[in-house]
């Protein structure tokens, strides 16, 4: 296998991913936050606890800049801030119940659009793209 072709394939299949995250996500946030406080609120919620760092390690945002967006999304009560039980240097954060249900309305809108998306795929292209995701998850995205 031709890895350049593979990784060009990559490179092709991660820039239409971010189209398409685009058009499933787009104006699915409440309007009280801004899309960075959103991608945030997206990355704890299906990833919680997790710490400051690791948030502003996957969103390409500095740590100062993190913990004041954390701190005004704790201020809208959207989040929680706690400290580990056994290192008391480390604080993780969580969603609290008001932010759980903005973030499941929100996904709920995306679902539906994604539902759409999917409408007139056959069974079998189903169990395909099922399969792909399964691959890429354990290969590629680990």
């Known amino acids: ?6 990784f060009l394939k990559c490179v092709s299949f991660t820039t239409a991913v971010h189209r398409v995250t685009h058009e499933l996500t ?9 899309p960075v406080q959103y991608n945030i609120l997206e ?31 704790e201020e809208k009560n959207l989040i929680k801030k706690f400290t580990d039980t056994e290192d008391r240097r480390k604080q993780y954060i969580s969603l609290t119940k008001d932010g759980e ?5 929100a996904f709920a809108t995306i679902e539906s659009r994604f539902l759409n998306r999917i409408e007139n795929t056959s069974e079998e292209d189903l169990e395909n793209i099922n399969l792909a995701l399964e691959i890429l998850k354990e290969k590629l995205f680990y």
């Open 43 to 73: 990355y704890i919620t299906v990833s919680q606890p997790v710490s400051p760092s690791e948030i502003s390690d996957c969103q390409h945002i500095s740590l100062p800049n993190t913990s004041r967006e954390l701190k005004k999304l």
């Open 101 to 105: 249900k903005m973030m499941n309305e």
């Open 26 to 34: 787009q104006n699915a946030k409440a309007d009280s936050i801004t």
């Open 1 to 6: 296998m031709d890895k350049k072709a593979l």
